[in-house]
Each structure stands twice: as C-alpha cells, then as structure tokens.
C-alpha cells in the first residue's frame, strides 16, 4: 500500500460536506501486534506494576473529504483525536479505559511525524514507573524495535498527536500517565498506547 498523496485538485470539503465526514469514517479494532510489541508490553508491565499499558489499534475507512486533510497533516482541523475517541466503534476503547461518561479529553501537543516517539518510549522505560525500571540500553532496544516492526521505521508517514483523558478511570492521575494517537498515512490505522503507574 502506497502513502497517501495530496489531490492538488480536490478542493476543501466544505461545511455541509465536514457534517457528515464523521459518519461516513469507520473503525475497526484490529489486533495484529508483532512479537516486538508483545516484548514492549511485557516490559511495561515490568516498570509499571501497578499500573501497565494497553495498545488499541483501528483500521480507517477512507473517504476523498477525511483524505483531504489527512494527506495534508491538517487533521487537527476536523478534531480527529477528540471524534475519534468519542466515535461509537471505539466503546470497546472507552470500556477498557474505564471512561463512564463522554470523554473529557485535552490535546497537549500534536507533530506532523513520529520522530519523537523512540525517546519517549524509551524515556518511560528507562526512567520506569513508581518502583522499577530497566537498563537504557535495554529500554531503547525494546522500543526501536517496536517502531521498526510495527512502522517500518516509517517516521514521517505517521502523525502523533498527545492527549490526556481527564475522566478516564483507568489512569492514576499522576506523573507516569500517558497518552499518545498516531494515524499510519500508509496503511490508513489509528494506534492508542496509554501508559500509567502509581506508589
């Protein structure tokens, strides 16, 4: 599958046309994890042991009017993580992050690539949870390879968009919370790592 390109003649969707994006836009929880993400959760489950992390992942269905803004990296522009996370094929989402009631949720930085993420990830790791954590060296192994296996080391095919869910019950509400989204231009999914820990 090829990445997705600009339309240079399609003109932005229009008001009526933005009304009904969000319906036609479909999502189907997949669960293809490799053999890298399973060593990545298991190593979470290590530093975070009261806590832990889960992996969510969605196949987009595409239509020209939500393709115009993807292709252009202007998703913030239709308040993709906000709809996406309040979309009715993400109950099971909301379920397991123990949202009991509409989603309270705050984009805290949004980027146009994913070059980023390996440092986080590793960060997280590195640094651990409120009790453990793991050599860095280690800690980067883990997480580059979880991005080459699941990204194909893809970085600027992927946008990344921070988030926190303030009335998520999942969470502990406290330092070792967080929350990241990133939409696959090429293979058109949307991936939700949520990570937490406490004392």
């Given amino acids: 599958m090829d990445e997705l390109e600009i339309n240079w003649e399609q003109e932005r969707p229009s008001q009526i046309q933005l009304v009904g994006l969000w319906t036609k836009t479909k999502f189907e929880r997949v669960e ?14 290590q530093t975070h042991v009261n806590g832990g992390i889960q992996l969510h992942r969605y196949q987009v269905s595409s239509n020209d009017h939500f393709n115009w803004f993807a292709s252009r990296n202007r998703l913030d522009e239709i308040d993709f993580v906000k709809k996406t996370l309040r979309h009715k094929n993400l109950s099971d989402y909301r379920n397991d992050l123990e949202i009991k009631s509409k989603p309270e949720i705050q984009i805290t930085k949004s980027w146009t690539d994913m070059y980023d993420l390996p440092g986080r990830l590793a960060r997280i790791l590195g640094q651990g949870g409120a ?69």
């Fill in 32 to 45: 293809n994890w490799t053999s890298s993400t399973e060593v990545l959760i298991e190593k979470i489950g």
């Fill in 131 to 199: 009790y453990k954590k793991i050599n860095q060296k280690e800690a980067w192994e883990v997480v580059t390879n979880f991005i080459k296996s699941e990204f194909d080391n893809r970085f600027e095919e992927v946008q990344l968009f921070d988030f926190a869910i303030k009335n998520a019950e999942w969470f502990f509400d406290i330092a070792w919370d967080y929350s990241t989204m990133l939409f696959d231009k090429r293979n058109f999914t949307v991936t939700i790592i949520d990570i937490t820990d406490t004392d």
